[in-house]
């Protein structure tokens, strides 16, 4: 309900101030244009991933100096400590990087984004930073219209940076006109009540505009404008480096838990060193006048005095957290545990099961029959059906028919969820058995993973046919949506037909029956080609609509056929099985092929 | 006395092989009178089917049956007649 009310508020009093303001209008196209530039820049930074940056992340960070060296160098030459953290936490997340590893690299993007702060104090006020602008937007706009990847990450860098130098420039400008009519100095708040409310303010900049680098340039740009003072902009960057906390914790929450541990750091390291920064403020502007007179810099030039404080705090804060680090990594493992997935987990496979092959065959099976029924829940949802409706005597094809969308259920996360855990143990148990046994039992094991695998391919063929499955039906194109909805009542009424012999037959199934059901599948599956060909030769249908059908026509063959097989191992009797004569009657692959033949 | 011993072993043994082959004969014999009342069975049921689906099923059950005891008979008749 807030989320609701709040863009909309804010949209309102933006276009309020446009109207109300000329100057509020260009500072504020300013911060856009300045963070439109930081989205480029990261667009750009992130076409080089996965490759040289990925395997400098790796390299550069095997210990805590040199990953704390890697994040100021990497967030310096970015412009970007939420890009650098984003990378960070995927690094995290897949494993790659260690806990300790990845806090350092925050720490160094921390010190590394002062950089930023004394670029446009030291560079950005003082030179016509929009001359340089233009030249970059045309090159970066030229470039990212290429079709090289490397080409266009370049083009993506050079347009960032040239956005993020018009964005400087109007606000710039913005506060330059805006002295002349209005002084916020004048509004300025000395003492600590001052510094309080400035980082509050600086931190609330930032959470809005998701960006420290964003609301430092304002700091600058509005203190070299004399808009604020000196302490209170001081306040205002110990704000901004607190709020940009929130990045990584938004970052992180779809990441997991280690993922959530590295925004965890950031924010301690942030809160810890803004609260040094506030308890000492008076001590630490002491520091910075003594060591910008050492170096050089003019009494009276704030902005450089204010990336020196920048650079001089965040620094602190490095030597105050970097003996706590081990401590640190201790403290956020205890209070964000490792989470168990959420994983089916097999029932019957226990170490008593495995030493008889009557008990590790029934215990394989009943196993098997667990994954059975999850792939069939997860065919049935996954091509957006209803498993009441499917299982009962209704019509499926009008049912289907009338559904207008399909919800792109995710395949993948209920594989992980409910069949991985058990076929990965089933897999394993047979390994652990078979060895010893050259009898029947072994050969009921082999045929028994041979279903599992049918069941997993069921499930992912599902996936391959789900995405221009929901693409189609919910499409206004009446025959692709028909040919779709053809494929999945096809499968559909597979799974039907398997739980009925299943249920007239008390569980077991025949397997003359079956075979009956893989005549049907192939006469369907021939029938669609054969519809298909005319689509194509009529040219009803696009060549790429008509490849699309090709394939998914083919993986639902597949699904339905895997199904059958799976079913056959785990339900079907069969003479063959009893006696030796039942094996001079069962029909092999080439038999049932004739039949089919037979029957054009 | 050893000839005696061998023949009576040979004699039991052929005699096991024959009922063993007559054993998988009789089997056979029965698988294929199964099938017979199967296809009837199916017979009768497919046109009392009103589900399209079901019958299209029943018929290919049926044609499968048909082949099953196509092929019963042949190994039937290879092994009455070698």
Redesign the interface.
């Known amino acids: 309900m807030l989320k609701k009310i709040i863009l909309p508020t804010m949209l309102l009093i933006l276009a309020y101030g446009f109207w109300v303001s000329p100057n509020f209008k260009a500072i504020s196209a300013g911060v856009a244009i300045f963070l439109f530039g930081m989205l480029s820049l990261e667009e750009g930074f992130r076409a080089f991933t996965g490759g040289a940056l990925d395997r400098l992340l790796k390299r550069a960070t095997s210990s805590t100096a040199k990953s704390v060296l890697f994040g100021v160098i990497s967030t310096s030459v970015m412009q970007s400590s939420s890009l650098v953290s984003v990378i960070t936490i995927s690094f995290l997340s897949a494993g790659l990087l260690t806990l300790t590893a990845g806090i350092g690299i925050i720490f160094g993007a921390n010190l590394g984004t002062t950089t930023g702060a004394w670029l446009i104090a030291g560079f950005g006020l003082k030179v016509n930073i929009a001359a340089y602008a233009m030249p970059l937007l045309v090159f970066g706009i030229i470039l990212i219209f290429q079709s090289s990847k490397a080409l266009k990450g370049v083009g993506y860098i050079f347009a960032g940076l040239g956005f993020l130098f018009l964005g400087i420039h109007y606000m710039k400008e913005g506060f330059e006109t805006f002295k002349e009519t209005i002084n916020l100095a004048e509004y300025a708040v000395a003492g600590y009540p001052g510094v309080l409310l400035f980082t509050a303010i600086g931190i609330f900049a930032t959470v809005v505009m998701q960006s420290s680098h964003a609301t430092l340039v304002l700091t600058i740009t509005a203190l070299a404008a004399g808009q604020i003072t000196y302490e209170n902009a001081l306040a205002l960057a110990i704000g901004a480096n607190v709020g940009t906390t929130i990045t990584a914790i938004l970052g992180a929450m779809s990441a997991n838990e280690a993922g959530k541990r590295l925004a965890g750091a950031h924010l301690v390291f942030n809160s810890v060193t803004g609260a040094i920064a506030i308890a000492f403020i008076y001590q630490l502007v002491d520091v910075v006048n003594w060591l910008s007179s050492m170096v050089g810099i003019a009494n009276d030039d704030y902005t450089l005095k204010l990336a020196v404080f920048h650079t001089i705090f965040n620094l602190l804060g490095i030597v105050v957290m970097l003996p706590l680090l081990n401590k640190l990594v201790v403290w956020l493992e205890k209070i964000l545990p490792e989470k168990k997935p959420e994983v089916d987990q097999p029932m019957y496979l226990s170490e008593s099961s495995a030493e008889f092959p009557g008990t590790a065959v029934q215990a394989v099976r009943m196993e098997t029959e667990r994954v059975f029924k999850a792939a069939l829940r997860i065919v049935i949802d996954g091509l957006g059906m209803n498993k009441d409706l499917v299982l009962s005597d209704a019509d499926l094809e009008k049912a289907l028919e009338a559904q207008t969308r399909v919800h792109q259920f995710d395949i993948d996360a209920m594989y992980e969820r409910h069949i991985k855990g058990i076929y990965s143990a089933i897999v394993a148990f047979i390994s652990r058995t078979q060895f010893s046994r050259r009898d029947e039992s072994s050969t009921d094991l082999q045929l028994l993973r041979e279903a599992n695998t049918h069941l997993v391919e069921a499930v992912k063929e599902t996936e391959q046919l789900q995405e221009n499955l929901a693409r189609y039906i919910g499409s206004d194109n009446e025959i692709m949506r028909e040919a779709y909805n053809r494929l999945r009542l096809q499968i559909g009424?597979v799974v039907r037909?398997l739980e009925e012999m299943r249920e007239s037959s008390g569980g077991v199934l025949d397997v003359?029956?079956l075979?009956?059901?893989r005549?049907?599948v192939d006469?369907d599956r021939k029938h669609n080609q054969e519809a298909l060909g005319e689509l194509i030769g009529q040219g009803t249908v696009t060549p790429t609509m008509g490849s699309s059908l090709i394939n998914d026509s083919v993986f639902a063959h597949h699904i339905s056929r895997d199904l059958i097989r799976a079913a056959q191992t785990l339900f079907a009797t069969s003479?063959s099985e009893v006696?030796?004569?039942?094996q001079?009657?069962?029909?092999d692959e080439s038999?049932?092929n004739?039949?089919a033949r037979?029957?054009d | 006395m050893k000839r005696k011993k061998l023949l009576q072993a040979l004699s039991e043994l052929l005699g096991q092989k024959k009922s063993k082959k007559l054993k998988?004969l009789d089997?056979?014999k029965?698988?294929?009178a199964k099938?017979e009342v199967?296809r009837i069975e199916l017979k009768e049921k497919i046109p009392l089917e009103k589900n399209k689906?079901k019958r299209?099923?029943?018929g290919?059950?049926l044609?499968?049956?048909d082949?099953?005891?196509a092929?019963?008979l042949k190994?039937?008749q290879k092994l009455e007649n070698p």
Do not use: F, M, P, Y
């Open positions: 009424l037909d003359s029956s075979n009956a059901l005549l049907v006469e003479e006696t030796e004569a039942g001079q009657i069962e029909l038999d049932l004739e039949i037979h029957s | 998988h089997e056979l029965t698988l294929l099938l199967k689906r299209k099923r029943l290919k059950e044609e499968v049956i082949a099953q005891h092929k019963g190994n039937l």
